[in-house]
């Protein structure tokens, strides 16, 4: 992974390049930095990248073949391209590249490749400048435009504003990639980007070029009509003929216990085989795509681990942590970060507030143990008390791996020290409340600062591990929001595949990008399998009744399919955890401002 950037001027400016935005960039690649220019005499180029080591012998960026060509590479290969463990990603996709001698021939590599990324491309032979980012747009990638000294700046990460160019940056669409003439630019002083689209991108995608550039750019669509071709199969759209008796489950109030009968009782044998292969190898690719190692440096006890989950105790992370442990040595241990932030001290309750309340929809066990039950300290948050259950069901999984289970606690005052120091930064474009709660909840989370429990004693701990796995993924494609239930409820199967669609196209714009500047600032790099090729590919490929079953109550049918994996692989309670969004689960809602909608501009990103 790394911190890539790209300043396009007319080689008359100068500009002088934002000195924080640099540092930014640092933070993501620490191990080595490096810039090269390209003058011509109508344009010139700023190429930087900043490494961080995660594949393969160290390389440098950014990549400068004999021919010229200059490759900026942030992503991962986990597939398409054959990358042996000894070989840096970035050198294979470089020398691919420079075997290209037209476009359609770059399109097919890039169709290729498995993993994420983004990057910027000098193309030495007709003067083009290519970059984008991947189907799903796992990695971040932004952009503006300065019409008063003509300058096109690409960056992994930008910075906070206060001023007129508050809005100015943009994430760039992940609807294909974009070539410039660059030759073209330093004649008309304009930039116009040709769009190269992924296959799936229809009609829609030619009526709304014209929103796709930033201000002072024109995007067009390419003459040639050549695509990508999209990674995943398209969206299985079969709805059913009619439910049939056993799926219409109208008891809501069942316990722990009955739903892990119905869960034993609903097989899919095959359907469940085929996911635990495809996401147990994604998982796979990785927890084992790591810096390489000689032969004669034997793992220790001792060492630190490589590889860390943001772990709540649910589902998604449960399963995430169950995987891995099928292909980490088990003398290395695993990460398991838990976020909280410190709760509010309660205030006295009235003899009314102190009546037990109804709860609807609510398991009986777990849900009103984790919701309901006694607060036993300020950092005893849901995602707490069911992080350590599920660090229970994993020491019973494998009670010789070292689970460092992190406690992570956040206070108000860190929380407004670190927003205003770092995160408004790394949330920036995105804006709302709901940004402001995850891009914060992650920041921490994924910076692994806090304290483990060891023979029954604390002790402060902070992890080391550069590869972080985050479950985002499995809810959009599996219908863990409750949002898809009350499709579901209000236009059926229909409806609810019409969501599980809108879900993934917009995932790129409403999470990736901000996650992966989040966790990268600490110099560490988020890795999404449920959102690998083939994970998306065969969940696609099912009818939407194999996946989910939102006729059952609230932790069973949503993500069915996947509760029925976790049962499979061993897991118990936490297989009927219902969805808890992070922003609840760790309770950052509740430190702030409670009046505020999750769509809201948030005047903290804006004043930070």
Known sequence: MCGIFCLLTLSASHVEWDKTLHEHLKRRGPNISQNVTVRDSGFQCLFSAHILHMRGLLTPQPFQDDAGNILEFNGEIFGGLPVTPEENDTAVFSQQLSSCCSPSEILSILSTIRGPWGFVYYQKDGDYLWFGRDFFGRRSLLWKFDAEINALTLTSVAGHNSGPEQSAWQEVPAVGVYRIDLQAFAETGSATFEIYPWAHGGNDLFSSCSNIAPNGCTAVMNQSGLTLASPVCPLNTSIPNSLSEEENHSNSHLCVKDLEELLASRQRTNEVSRLINVLSEAVRRRVQALPFKEQDDPPSSNDPASVAILFSGGIDSMILAALADCHIPASQPIDLLNVAFKLQEPKEQTETERKPKKHKNKLTDIQNHSDDSQTYGPFDVPDRITGKAGLKELLELNPERRWNFVEINVTQEELQTMREERICHLVQPLDTVLDDSIGCAVWFAARGAGIVTEGGDLRPFSSSAKVILTGIGADEQLAGYSRHRIRFKTSGHEGLIRELAMELDRISSRNLGRDDRVI??????????????????????????????????????????????????????????PKRAMQFGSRIAKMEDRREKASDKCARLLTG
């Open 520 to 577: 990268g600032d600490h110099g560490k790099e988020a890795r999404f399998p449920y959102l690998d090729e083939d994970v998306v590919s065969y969940l696609n490929s099912l009818p939407v009744w194999e996946k989910t079953d939102l006729t059952l109550p609230r932790g069973v049918g949503e993500k069915l399919l996947l509760r029925l994996m976790a049962k499979r692989l061993g897991l118990s309670q936490s297989a009927v955890l």
